[in-house]
């Protein structure tokens, strides 16, 4: 087991390259059993969810190959299975793509049920519906979702999501992408990720049509054929070290990134008193006057996005004045605030409503990830907090960023990965 140690209080000062986006990569790389061709894709992260989704996708007999850090070839015209393990699978959320993708090119799958963090119920209903629009039966035995498309394959449907909800926009997109007729999403989530999976399945011969708009028109066809395709950088990953430079002050240029996919993010740190400037494919973010109080609401792209609460909840703790912090997505996005309160943080958390009054400092403390974006928001409270911060259970974080320790430590960080002696020893207690 391993930990971060951080040594905070020290601004951030040069430049970090950001890395392809994570809920881009573990949805177009399911995709990528759509196509009956080669795939080439490139900047790829490189993190343990992506590992994990490449694994699956070994499992159902593709052939999988790192062409270098970031770029992978997917060759999946010899599927031998459409039965996704347990021991797999549960270990992702994402895996729900596995459903949609192995449906609509071979009209069945078998997918354990979904795991990923914690942050509420995360029910998979919207998903279903529409794979059953589309025509296919679904059922749940024994902690399996089983899809089967009737012997005539998917057909085209008109389906209204009752909640903009990414995960299924995106699984109904490769379900019919290869269905006969036309498919209309209507009230279709608009997040960057959305356009990326389009992007990639137009660039192999899909037709889809209006995404990042609430109407998405699928016209199915025949059969994809391979290509090459790089994935957008990471939103939330840009928005993470934004975060973190607000939090700790200083001023670094955060490179390739897509300036737009920012702004929501921006927005915000603006307003707490950073400055953001767009240079070509960087923002330069910098912050040396007092940090303000905020009100954030989380919403569906454009607006805030969930993926970046925890983080911008770590930069109010030590903002002047009370914030309140709205939770629009998730029931249970507020794990992180007993860790924070060992801090010295002022949080009192009612339901979806999160108040935080400033304080002038937070101090080092032992802490325990508890899932990918709190602990994130760890890494930045521990970077602004005075003393030492040890953050546990890192394998959370390992989940969607890639080489976080080095990125920070590029621009002057005091963040180091140790062996967790005691960790390692509680587990064995526990395992007693
Ligand atoms: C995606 O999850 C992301 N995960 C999440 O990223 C992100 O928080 C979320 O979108 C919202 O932006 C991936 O892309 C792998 P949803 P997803 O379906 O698709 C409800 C991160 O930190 N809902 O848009 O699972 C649901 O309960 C993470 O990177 C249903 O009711 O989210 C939630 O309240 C974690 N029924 C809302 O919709 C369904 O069938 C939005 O969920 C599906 C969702």
Not at 60 to 71: E, H, I, M, P
Not at 78 to 102: F, N, Q
Not at 280 to 291: A, E, F, K, M
């Amino acid at each position: 087991m391993q930990k971060y140690v951080i040594n905070g209080g020290k601004p951030l000062f040069g430049e970090i390259e950001i890395s392809g986006a994570k809920n881009a990569a573990v949805a177009i790389i399911p995709a990528a059993l759509l196509v009956d061709g080669v795939c080439r894709i490139e900047n790829v992260p490189q993190i343990s969810d992506v590992t994990l989704i490449l694994r699956i996708l070994e499992e159902l007999g593709a052939d999988v190959r790192l062409l270098n850090k970031n770029t992978v070839q997917i060759d999946s015209r010899h599927i031998t299975s459409c039965h996704v393990p347990d021991e797999l699978s549960r270990k992702m959320r994402a895996s729900y793509y596995l459903i949609g993708a192995l449906l609509g090119r071979f009209g069945q799958a078998v997918v354990s049920m979904p795991g990923g963090c914690d942050l509420g119920t995360r029910p998979i209903d919207l998903h279903v519906k529409s794979f059953e629009k589309l025509g296919a039966r679904v059922d749940v035995v024994s902690g399996y979702v089983h899809a089967t498309a009737p012997k005539t394959g998917l057909h085209g449907a008109t389906i209204y999501m009752d909640q903009a909800s990414v995960g299924a926009t995106m699984n109904t997109m490769m379900a019919a992408a290869r269905s006969t007729g036309l498919t209309i999403i209507e009230n279709a989530a608009k997040e960057p990720h959305i356009v990326d999976l389009a992007n990639f399945l137009n660039s192999m011969g899909a037709d889809i049509m209006g995404a990042g708009t609430d109407v998405i028109r699928i016209r199915g066809v025949g059969q994809l054929h391979g290509g090459a395709y790089s994935i957008i950088p990471d939103q939330i990953e840009a928005g993470t070290y934004m975060a973190a430079v607000t939090a700790t002050g200083g001023d670094v240029l955060i490179k390739n990134v897509i300036p737009k996919h920012l702004d929501c993010i921006s927005a915000k740190l603006v307003e707490m008193g950073a400055k953001v400037e767009e240079i070509g494919d960087c923002v330069r973010i910098s912050r040396s006057g007092p940090l303000k109080r905020v009100n954030v609401k989380t919403m569906p792209y454009p607006g805030f996005p969930t993926d970046m609460q925890p983080q911008i909840s770590a930069c109010l703790t030590i903002a002047e004045g009370t914030s309140v912090v709205t939770e629009g997505i998730w029931e249970n996005r507020y794990r992180y605030v007993a860790e924070f309160r060992r801090m010295g943080a002022q949080i009192q958390v009612d339901g979806k409503i999160a108040v935080i009054e400033g304080v002038s400092k937070l101090s080092g403390a032992p802490l325990m990830a508890c899932d990918l974006r709190a602990g994130a928001a760890m890494v930045i409270a521990g970077l602004a907090a005075e003393g030492t911060t040890d953050i546990g259970c890192i394998h959370y974080i390992e989940r969607g960023y890639e080489n976080l320790v080095e990125k920070l430590r590029g621009v002057g960080a005091d963040i180091c990965l140790v062996e967790d002696e005691d960790e390692e020893a509680q587990h064995k207690i526990e395992a007693v």
